[in-house]
């Protein structure tokens, strides 16, 4: 652990150069600058908009300066069992008293309070714990843009659980985190489209635009890939209206979204509505494929 504030700041200066802002903040920040904290948070809306330099380098700044010895700080030990266990009012007594707990990792996943708190659906909480943050400020945006394990930010989290109230609020503080990826690769939109919440999706692509690039994750899997093969037939069927030429993806094993419908016998019962998949196969440009998958299943 650094010894005082001002050793931290001098080795801050260090790690973290001036030299390695995009061009664009460079302009904007002078080598000479002593106060490196003072600086980012009058100029956070210009480098929120470099995200990827948030995610580098101001996070690692950000642990650097205000996460000292955990084991120092009466409460912090709490906040696990507090959490679980669904003493959220605890939980935000604890991050009163010592705000920047809110953003330390408390869990073996490297969740913070925030990520357990949207996980467990908790609205309100999350919104509470927000306000505990300077607002206006680069560290509000740096703390929604904590990933755990598993590479999620509260955005990830915030679709996985389909709540479109906490999505719209993380973008409402730092639109660039839309397009931000986890370990697999998977945007938020992903996220949102794979555990099958059509609200959310809707929402983030709202946000997102008709971008291909949210839609596939590191193996080549589509969001019409993972909708067809956890059976959200809807959101299948939505996806196709919104990204058609998603229909003809196929991923790194080469499979498309069509061999795993014709691995699905259940969405050609007798009686189903069949306008989604039929859909499917008018933009295919393998139609004739398609039909003898479907004719093998009957």
């Not at 959200?232 to 998603?246: A, F, K």
């Amino acid at each position: 652990m650094l010894e005082d504030h001002a050793t931290t700041k001098d080795m801050m200066e260090t790690e973290i150069k001036i030299s390695s802002l995009p061009l664009a903040l460079k302009l904007q920040c002078s080598e000479s600058k002593k106060d490196f904290l003072d600086w980012v948070d009058k100029n956070w809306r210009d480098i929120e908009a470099h995200s990827g330099w948030i995610d580098k380098h101001y996070t690692q700044c950000e642990d650097f300066i205000i996460h000292p010895e955990l084991k120092d700080f009466e409460g912090y030990r709490s906040l696990y069992p507090s959490a679980v266990n669904g003493r959220w009012e605890d939980v935000l007594d604890v991050c009163h008293k010592e705000m920047f707990l809110t953003t330390v990792p408390i869990t073996n996943s490297l969740d913070t309070v925030f990520h357990l708190a949207i996980s467990d659906d908790q609205t309100d909480i999350f919104e509470k714990l927000l306000q505990l943050l300077p607002q206006e400020s680069l560290g509000i945006a740096s703390a929604l843009r904590r990933k755990n394990k598993k590479g999620n930010n509260l955005l990830h989290i915030a679709a996985s659980v389909g709540s479109v109230t906490m999505c719209s609020l993380i973008i409402r503080i730092s639109k660039s985190m839309i397009n931000t990826y986890n370990n697999e690769g998977e945007s938020p939109l992903f996220v949102a489209a794979l555990n099958g919440h059509k609200d959310a999706f809707l929402y983030l692509h709202s946000e997102c635009g008709p971008k291909e690039h949210y839609c596939i994750r590191r193996n080549g899997d589509t969001i019409l890939h993972c909708a067809i093969a956890e059976e959200h037939y809807e959101l299948s069927y939505i996806i196709l209206r919104l990204y058609r030429d998603l229909v003809d993806f196929t991923n790194n094993k080469r499979i498309s979204p069509l061999h795993l419908l014709a691995n699905k016998p259940s969405a050609f019962k007798s009686g189903s509505d069949l306008q989604w998949y039929e859909e499917i196969i008018y933009h295919c440009e393998y139609t004739v494929k398609i039909l003898r998958l479907i004719e093998h299943l009957k």
